[in-house]
């Protein structure tokens, strides 16, 4: 069964999910790194892929709402290029807007306290860029 991690890239985090199964998404933990430091980052998250021989790497893709690539997109697509440099897991982007809106209105629905809900808002939003993601390759199956 094939080992799956999602990303949710910020400029200082990284947020990151994972399935083991390839149908549900858990939250992992959140990397930190010196602002903007994509290489750093890349370094963490390919010792993170390697160790849990991750096959596929879901990375989000925050695209504009009306589908043009912003600023934060091409990080996203630089960032890919780095990771592949340094493991060998398929790295996919994957659209992901709005996810750390549904992640933080899932929070506080629940009632999540301010504070942890920034320290837990890029772990969730990987889980839902993650979640999607299987669900879509789930359904494509049917």
């Avoid at 939250?27 to 390697?50: K, M």
């Avoid at 009306?66 to 990771?83: A, P």
């Avoid at 549904?102 to 506080?108: N, P, S, V």
Wanted: with cysteine.
């Amino acid at each position: 069964m094939k080992k799956y991690l999602g990303l949710d890239l910020g400029s200082k985090t990284v947020g990151i999910s994972m399935s083991e199964s390839g149908v549900i998404a858990y939250a992992l933990t959140t990397l930190r790194f010196s602002e903007n430091n994509y290489e750093e980052a890349a370094d963490q998250v390919s010792q993170l892929v390697i160790s849990n021989k991750i096959e596929i790497v879901v990375l989000g893709f925050p695209k504009h709402m009306n589908n043009d690539i912003g600023i934060r997109g091409k990080i996203s697509e630089d960032f890919k290029v780095l990771l592949e440099q340094r493991c060998s897991a398929e790295i996919v982007l994957w659209d992901e807007r709005l996810s750390t809106q549904t992640a933080l209105r899932a929070m506080i629905k629940g009632s999540e306290r301010r504070k942890s809900q920034k320290q837990k808002k890029d772990e969730l939003a990987a889980v839902v860029i993650l979640q999607n993601y299987l669900d879509y390759k789930g359904a494509s199956l049917c």
